[in-house]
């Protein structure tokens, strides 16, 4: 099983290593295939790595369990290094969601980026991280996943600004790099704390000895960690990275918003669960960011008028409803969530990408009128869209509505967990009681495997250990169940408006409106189908099956947004549904000026310190260097007197001296 999984991550490494040294050259070679040399050497790696992920899945599936191997150990003369893999029922199914996403950018890429001159550096970097995240999903060792964190954070910065010429693309790369780093920071000092503390960084290891730590540094630990959660998951106040980083291809942002980079801050929470629910205050303080993020980005993707820029803002508040999960216990829906997101979102972004390509504008305003010329496009970004609203029977209804209910509960029931008797294992697994009418566990099904859930024991907790895991503030968990309920509103308006300035009324544009290529118009319908049925494969876990009180609020809620927007609409459909919002949409477009506020507060005066710090290296340390130098020239000049190399200047001085001599031994004697 480790072999496996070792070769998953493995295939797309040495596909980029193989693409950066022979794509262009086997291009003259492979004629007349799609793609040329760095198309095969992109698509059948990752293709080979997809097959073997549903096997590690399907492997755990029929026998649930954690597998770990190590493949070599690294002594530090204090805490060791074991580089080895964890393959359980969570690391099993994300890997197989990342290397789905994966293959499916690297496919449409073939016909998107036909013609770019660096198609072979793309997709080798793209190989590159695809094969960063697998080593994140799959790192049994804090520090082996943080090598494949940092990997993708610089994939980033090379994909965003591939077209780096435009002065956009390459800005945006600097800060996304930058912002990134910023909260890497915190997590690695984070890792280093949790595992020193634990004397180990194997994940296994960490958690079971979470509980013997002090809480304090379990809550310094979890709160660093937190920051480089907020840095790769985009979640304010470091989500404003995202947003820009739209200036890359299309593909790029189905990759880094799908599967890769920011889902990578969410699995992270998920895989170190056990150490989270030690810490009521970082659990809370996850939950005052996820309410901030996912109600601030809605308001902000409610009045884009750039498409990319409103699936950017969807994606920060959809993984912000995953950390929201997470804050009130509710880790199997909000991985469930994750695994939805990743189908619907990639869905979205490449079918934007096909009306890009149609229209040549981002603007929601050029477009109109393409249901019927677009076919597939039309009906594939309505799957996507009606997942992303939480439409039923769609993914996203399954997953959001576990959500909801979750965070109901903990609201109403003082903050406490809506499982029933939990308990944290060694592994980080939690443990729940079913509810009384079910007389023993139900035998898990593949959803469960996804989240973990389903266990034959049940233990019940005891001691302050078991306070410490069910405690979150109540008012933290109602900001919480809230926020919720207003962003599926908000996320059902933006949606709405969306589709109908994409789809319906006259077109707005010049251009002569068709689905693209086959390559990508086949690879959006593709995703249509996870899109629109993987929620009906978290029927077999009991918290993730629909709660009639938690699906009928939501149901309303959605037509609540929805209809509000197409009736905005239906008054005059050549005009933007968003001019309702008035004096606050630009308030809305500018995302509540957070970079405006950023500039003012941070790079001016950094500028400003910047300038002082040249100027005082000019006038200070550059004039002390250059005046010892010239200090330095003028005693050579004095110096360099008597040493001028004239033999008879040196002749001269000689006699002269042996006479002041002769003339100093008679006066004197």
């Given at each position: 099983?480790?072999?496996?999984?070792?070769?998953?991550?493995?295939?797309?490494?040495?596909?980029?290593?193989?693409?950066?040294?022979?794509?262009?050259?086997?291009?003259?070679?492979?004629?007349?295939?799609?793609?040329?040399?760095?198309?095969?050497?992109?698509?059948?790696?990752?293709?080979v790595?997809?097959?073997?992920?549903?096997?590690?899945a399907?492997a755990?599936?029929?026998?649930?369990?954690?597998?770990?191997?190590?493949?070599?150990?690294?002594?530090t003369?204090?805490?060791?290094?074991?580089?080895?893999?964890?393959?359980?029922?969570?690391?099993?199914?994300?890997?197989l969601?990342?290397?789905?996403?994966?293959?499916?950018?690297?496919?449409?890429?073939?016909?998107?980026?036909?013609?770019?001159?660096?198609?072979?550096?793309?997709?080798?970097?793209?190989?590159?991280?695809?094969?960063a995240?697998?080593?994140?999903?799959?790192?049994?060792?804090?520090?082996?996943?943080?090598?494949?964190?940092?990997?993708?954070?610089i994939?980033?910065?090379?994909?965003?600004?591939?077209?780096?010429?435009?002065?956009?693309?390459?800005?945006?790369?600097?800060?996304?790099?930058?912002?990134?780093?910023?909260?890497?920071?915190?997590?690695?000092?984070?890792?280093?704390?949790?595992?020193?503390?634990?004397?180990?960084?194997?994940?296994?290891?960490?958690?079971?000895?979470?509980?013997?730590?002090?809480s304090?540094?379990?809550?310094?630990?979890?709160l660093?960690?937190?920051?480089?959660?907020?840095?790769?998951?985009?979640?304010?106040?470091?989500?404003?990275?995202?947003?820009?980083?739209?200036?890359?291809p299309?593909?790029?942002?189905?990759?880094?918003?799908?599967?890769?980079?920011?889902?990578?801050?969410?699995?992270?929470?998920?895989?170190?669960?056990?150490?989270?629910?030690?810490?009521?205050?970082?659990?809370?303080?996850?939950?005052?960011?996820?309410?901030?993020?996912?109600?601030?980005?809605?308001?902000?993707?409610?009045?884009?008028?750039?498409?990319?820029?409103?699936?950017?803002?969807?994606?920060?508040?959809?993984?912000?409803?995953?950390?929201?999960?997470?804050?009130v216990?509710?880790k199997?829906?909000?991985?469930?969530?994750?695994?939805?997101?990743?189908?619907?979102?990639?869905?979205?972004?490449?079918?934007a990408?096909?009306?890009?390509?149609?229209?040549?504008?981002?603007?929601?305003?050029?477009?109109?009128?393409?249901?019927?010329?677009?076919?597939?496009?039309?009906?594939?970004?309505t799957?996507?869209?009606?997942?992303?609203?939480?439409?039923?029977?769609?993914s996203?209804w399954?997953?959001?509505?576990?959500?909801?209910?979750?965070?109901?509960?903990?609201?109403?029931?003082g903050?406490?967990?809506?499982?029933?008797?939990?308990?944290?294992?060694?592994?980080?697994?939690?443990?729940?009681?079913?509810?009384?009418?079910?007389?023993?566990?139900?035998?898990?099904?593949?959803?469960?495997?996804?989240?973990?859930?389903?266990?034959?024991?049940?233990?019940?907790?005891?001691?302050?250990?078991?306070?410490?895991?069910?405690?979150?503030?109540?008012?933290?968990?109602?900001?919480?169940?809230?926020?919720?309920?207003?962003?599926?509103?908000?996320?059902?308006?933006?949606?709405?408006?969306?589709?109908l300035?994409?789809?319906?009324?006259?077109?707005?544009?010049?251009?002569?409106p068709?689905?693209?290529?086959?390559?990508?118009?086949?690879t959006?319908?593709?995703?249509?189908?996870?899109?629109?049925?993987?929620?009906?494969?978290?029927?077999?876990?009991?918290?993730?099956?629909?709660?009639?009180?938690?699906?009928?609020?939501?149901?309303?809620?959605?037509?609540?947004?929805a209809?509000?927007?197409?009736?905005?609409?239906?008054?005059?459909?050549?005009?933007?549904?968003?001019?309702?919002?008035?004096?606050?949409?630009?308030?809305?477009?500018?995302?509540?000026?957070?970079?405006?506020?950023?500039?003012?507060?941070?790079?001016?005066?950094?500028?400003?310190?910047?300038?002082?710090?040249?100027?005082?290296?000019?006038?200070?340390v550059?004039?002390?260097?250059?005046?010892?130098?010239?200090?330095?020239?003028?005693?050579?000049?004095?110096?360099?007197?008597?040493?001028?190399?004239?033999?008879?200047?040196?002749?001269?001085?000689?006699?002269?001296?042996?006479?002041?001599?002769?003339?100093?031994?008679?006066?004197?004697?």
């Amino acid at each position: 099983m480790i072999w496996l999984a070792s070769l998953t991550a493995l295939l797309p490494f040495l596909a980029a290593f193989a693409g950066m040294l022979f794509g262009p050259s086997l291009t003259r070679v492979l004629r007349g295939v799609p793609g040329g040399g760095p198309g095969v050497l992109a698509c059948a790696p990752v293709a080979v790595s997809l097959v073997l992920s549903a096997v590690v899945a399907f492997a755990v599936w029929r026998d649930p369990g954690e597998r770990t191997g190590t493949l070599a150990l690294v002594d530090t003369g204090s805490v060791p290094i074991r580089v080895g893999l964890q393959v359980d029922g969570l690391s099993a199914v994300v890997g197989l969601m990342v290397c789905c996403v994966a293959a499916a950018v690297q496919v449409y890429s073939v016909a998107y980026m036909k013609g770019d001159r660096r198609y072979s550096s793309y997709a080798a970097f793209i190989s590159l991280f695809t094969s960063a995240m697998l080593l994140v999903v799959y790192a049994g060792d804090l520090l082996v996943l943080y090598a494949g964190w940092e990997v993708m954070g610089i994939c980033s910065y090379f994909l965003i600004g591939h077209h780096w010429e435009e002065r956009a693309n390459s800005r945006a790369a600097v800060k996304a790099f930058l912002v990134t780093r910023l909260g890497d920071v915190g997590f690695l000092i984070g890792v280093i704390v949790l595992g020193v503390g634990a004397g180990t960084f194997e994940i296994s290891g960490i958690l079971a000895r979470a509980g013997d730590l002090p809480s304090s540094t379990v809550t310094a630990a979890a709160l660093l960690l937190l920051a480089g959660v907020a840095g790769k998951s985009a979640q304010f106040p470091l989500h404003t990275w995202l947003p820009d980083a739209m200036a890359g291809p299309t593909p790029i942002s189905a990759l880094i918003h799908a599967a890769t980079m920011v889902a990578a801050g969410v699995y992270v929470v998920a895989r170190l669960y056990g150490v989270f629910l030690l810490t009521p205050g970082a659990r809370t303080v996850l939950a005052v960011i996820a309410v901030v993020s996912m109600v601030g980005a809605a308001c902000a993707a409610l009045a884009q008028d750039d498409l990319k820029r409103v699936l950017a803002y969807s994606t920060i508040s959809q993984l912000a409803v995953m950390a929201a999960g997470l804050a009130v216990g509710a880790k199997t829906a909000a991985v469930f969530h994750l695994l939805t997101h990743g189908a619907f979102k990639a869905l979205l972004f490449l079918a934007a990408g096909c009306v890009i390509v149609t229209a040549g504008s981002n603007l929601l305003a050029h477009y109109g009128g393409l249901w019927r010329a677009m076919p597939v496009t039309f009906w594939s970004m309505t799957v996507g869209l009606a997942a992303l609203a939480g439409v039923p029977p769609f993914s996203g209804w399954f997953s959001k509505d576990s959500i909801i209910e979750a965070a109901q509960h903990s609201a109403t029931h003082g903050g406490s967990l809506p499982e029933q008797g939990v308990s944290v294992h060694a592994a980080g697994w939690v443990d729940y009681a079913p509810p009384p009418e079910i007389a023993s566990p139900p035998k898990c099904a593949a959803a469960s495997h996804v989240c973990e859930a389903l266990v034959a024991k049940i233990q019940a907790p005891a001691g302050p250990l078991a306070a410490s895991v069910v405690t979150l503030p109540g008012g933290a968990a109602w900001l919480v169940y809230l926020g919720l309920l207003l962003t599926v509103v908000l996320t059902a308006a933006y949606a709405m408006r969306t589709w109908l300035m994409t789809f319906f009324g006259e077109q707005r544009g010049t251009y002569e409106p068709r689905d693209p290529s086959r390559f990508m118009s086949w690879t959006v319908a593709a995703l249509a189908v996870p899109a629109a049925i993987l929620g009906f494969f978290g029927l077999g876990a009991a918290e993730l099956r629909p709660h009639l009180g938690a699906s009928l609020l939501s149901a309303v809620l959605v037509v609540l947004g929805a209809g509000a927007a197409f009736l905005l609409w239906n008054r005059d459909p050549a005009l933007d549904p968003a001019r309702a919002l008035g004096p606050v949409r630009p308030v809305f477009a500018r995302a509540f000026f957070v970079d405006e506020l950023y500039a003012v507060a941070i790079v001016r005066p950094v500028r400003a310190l910047a300038r002082y710090v040249v100027a005082f290296d000019r006038r200070g340390v550059d004039a002390a260097v250059i005046g010892t130098a010239h200090g330095a020239r003028r005693l050579a000049g004095v110096l360099r007197v008597p040493q001028n190399g004239n033999p008879q200047t040196y002749l001269t001085g000689l006699l002269a001296g042996v006479v002041v001599i002769v003339a100093g031994v008679v006066i004197f004697l």
